[in-house]
């Protein structure tokens, strides 16, 4: 699986933005996509994920409200809305997949990975 992450750019605070990613083509028949972000000298960190099949979310407590994670299961992939940016959100934002049907939150569950998009949110 090939994911093809986008969406990424330069925002004022309170702005904006939604990023996308493609998968190649859906190999599993439950596959977990998700984003995870890793912002300099920090960890990566789980942002969302959702279910492609069932549509079930799980989001990080630090963006509950205010990013949204969406699919559309006919092109394989996946959006995440993000609103009222705040300057702590600036990271490099990845897209990753699993197979299965639980939404971990660690990265080292994640087989596949996008290349990160760059969130910056300018105060």
Same mark, same amino acid.
């Given at each position: 699986?090939? #994911?093809?992450?986008?969406?990424?750019?330069?925002?004022?605070?309170?702005?904006?933005?939604? #990023?996308?990613?493609?998968?190649?083509?859906? +190999? /599993?028949? $439950?596959?977990?996509?998700?984003? /995870?972000?890793?912002?300099? *000298?920090? *960890?990566? *960190? /789980? !942002?969302? &994920?959702?279910?492609?099949?069932?549509?079930?979310?799980?989001?990080?407590?630090?963006?509950? =409200?205010? /990013?949204?994670?969406? %699919?559309? !299961?006919?092109? $394989?992939? !996946?959006?995440?809305?993000? $609103?009222? #940016? @705040?300057? *702590?959100?600036?990271?490099?934002?990845?897209? &990753?997949? %699993?197979? =299965? $049907?639980?939404?971990?939150?660690?990265? @080292?569950?994640?087989?596949?990975?996008?290349?990160? +998009?760059?969130?910056?949110?300018?105060?």
């Amino acid at each position: 699986v090939q #994911l093809q992450a986008s969406g990424g750019g330069l925002v004022q605070a309170g702005g904006s933005l939604r #990023l996308s990613c493609a998968a190649s083509r859906r +190999t /599993f028949s $439950n596959l977990f996509m998700g984003w /995870f972000r890793q912002a300099p *000298e920090k *960890e990566r *960190e /789980f !942002v969302a &994920a959702i279910s492609l099949s069932g549509g079930s979310t799980s989001y990080a407590d630090s963006v509950k =409200g205010q /990013f949204t994670i969406s %699919r559309d !299961v006919a092109k $394989n992939t !996946v959006y995440l809305q993000m $609103n009222s #940016l @705040k300057p *702590e959100d600036t990271a490099v934002y990845y897209c &990753a997949a %699993r197979s =299965g $049907n639980y939404p971990y939150t660690s990265p @080292k569950y994640y087989a596949y990975w996008g290349q990160g +998009t760059q969130v910056t949110v300018s105060s």
